[in-house]
C-alpha cells in the first residue's frame, strides 16, 4: 500500500459511505453495463472470485442469481462497508486481501473472476496478479475486468480546452503518467496506474483468451456521474449512445473504462 494509504483511517462516519458517493443515476447505469456482461458469463451454480470488491454491490447482484463469491478488499475502510452490507449472506465470502496477494487463497478453484470499477488499476504488477489468478481458475473459466482506459476522450478534449485557457499542458495528460494518487472517498486516495491497452495484453494473453472488449462512458462524461442527477433525461440519452457505441473498435478505448472479457486458457 502506498504510504499515504496508510494514514486514512478506516473509522469513518456513515454518511462518508462510498455506495453514498458513487449513487449516482449515471453510476448505477455504468454498474448495470457492466452487470449484463458479467450476467452473460455468470450462471447459477457457479463460484466466483472478486478482486477489488468495495462494498460488495456487484457481489450481491451475483448472489441473487444464484452464484456463491470470495470477495477480496484491502482497504479497511472499504472492508468494514463489505462486512457490514454482506455479513449476513451465506454465500459471500469476504477477505481483507489485495488483489496481489492471491497466494493467500491456498489452493482453491473457481468457476470465474471478475472486478470491476478500476480495482485493477490499483495494482502495478498486472502480470503478477494474471499468473497467480491463473493458478485459481478452471480451464474455460471467465475473467470479466473493468479497468480505467489509459485515454479518455471527454477528459483530453476537457483538458485541452483548459490545459489552453490555463497554460497548463499537464491537465491534457492526466492519464498519462505511470503511477498518480487518485481520490476514492475525501481524504482517502490510492495510489492508480493507467494501464497501456497493450500491456493488459501483455499481463492476460498468455494464460488467457480475449473474448470481448467493451467501452463504458465515451458519451457520458466523467463528471457526468454528479450532474446524471439533475438532468437523468438528457443524460439516459448519453447512456443509450454509450451502450450502442461501447463494442465499436476505434471508441471503445475511448471510454472513461473498458470492460476487458478473456478465458482461461
Ligand atoms: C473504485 S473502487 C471499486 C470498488 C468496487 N469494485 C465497485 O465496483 O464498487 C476500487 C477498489 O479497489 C480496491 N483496491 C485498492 N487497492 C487494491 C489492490 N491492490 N487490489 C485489489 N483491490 C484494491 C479499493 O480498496 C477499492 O475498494
Known amino acids: 500500500m502506498h504510504p499515504q494509504e496508510q494514514k486514512n483511517s478506516p ?33 447459477p451454480g457457479m463460484h466466483w ?19 456463491e463469491i470470495t470477495c477480496m478488499e484491502p482497504h479497511p475502510w472499504m472492508f468494514a462497508q463489505l462486512q457490514a452490507k454482506t455479513s449476513d449472506v451465506a ?17 482453491h478453484v473457481f468457476d470465474g473472476a471478475f472486478s470491476n470499477f478500476a480495482a485493477l488499476n490499483c495494482v502495478e504488477n498486472l502480470s503478477g496478479v494474471a499468473q497467480a489468478l491463473a493458478e485459481h481458475l478452471k480451464v474455460g473459466a471467465p475473467v470479466v475486468l473493468c479497468l480505467f482506459n489509459r485515454l479518455c476522450g471527454w477528459e483530453l478534449a476537457l483538458g485541452l ?13 492526466r492519464r498519462q503518467v505511470h503511477q498518480r494518487l487518485v481520490e476514492m472517498q475525501p481524504g482517502i486516495e490510492i495510489s492508480t496506474f493507467y494501464h497501456q491497452p497493450r500491456e493488459i495484453m501483455q499481463a492476460f494473453e498468455p494464460l488467457f483468451r480475449l473474448e470481448a472488449r467493451v467501452g463504458m462512458g465515451i458519451a457520458i462524461p466523467p463528471a457526468g456521474w454528479i450532474l446524471a442527477d439533475r438532468a437523468p433525461a438528457f443524460f439516459q440519452a448519453l447512456n443509450h449512445l454509450d451502450m450502442a457505441w461501447g463494442k465499436g473498435l476505434g471508441l471503445r478505448s475511448l471510454g472513461d473504462h473498458q470492460i476487458w472479457c478473456f478465458t482461461r486458457r
Open 49 to 67: 472470485l472478486e478482486l477489488g470488491a468495495g462494498t460488495g454491490t456487484d457481489a450481491l447482484w451475483l448472489t441473487n442469481r444464484g452464484i
Open 91 to 107: 454465500a459471500i465470502h469476504a477477505l481483507p486481501l489485495k488483489a496481489e496477494q492471491l497466494d493467500d487463497l491456498g489452493k
Open 161 to 173: 480546452l483548459q490545459g489552453l485557457a490555463q497554460r497548463n499542458p499537464e491537465r491534457l495528460w
Open 11 to 43: 473509522n469513518r462516519s456513515p454518511g462518508d459511505s462510498y455506495d453514498q458517493r458513487t449513487g449516482s443515476k449515471a453510476s448505477y447505469w455504468q454498474r448495470q453495463q457492466f452487470q449484463k456482461v458479467l450476467g452473460h458469463y455468470a450462471h
